[in-house]
């Protein structure tokens, strides 16, 4: 078995174990079931010679399930709704991509 095949069976295991069932849509797409992995950590920002507590979403989705995320593409939880801002960021091995997201309010 090759390494990248390899690779692609540990992060689906983990994505099944540890993840949790949403829906992407991208802006000009049909929505679309997905596993993905959530994190929230806390931010620090320095702004002027202030520092401010910034709270962060961010999203592991697979490549395989997701070709190209990009900004202003949604996903939704069973109880939440999120934006997709910024540039996602494909890890090392190019299985998983990191999104950054903010709280859809509707």
Known sequence: MSFKAAAQRSVDSIFSRLGEDATFT???????TVRIMRRQPDEIVDVASSR????????LLRVAEVALPKAGDM???DTESFVIQ???????HGLVWKVEAYLHAP
């Open 52 to 59: 401010i507590h910034v709270e962060t979403d961010i999203f």
């Open 75 to 77: 996903l939704q939880t």
């Open 26 to 32: 991208a802006t000009n797409g049909q929505p679309l």
């Open 86 to 92: 910024g540039e996602p960021q494909r890890e090392q």
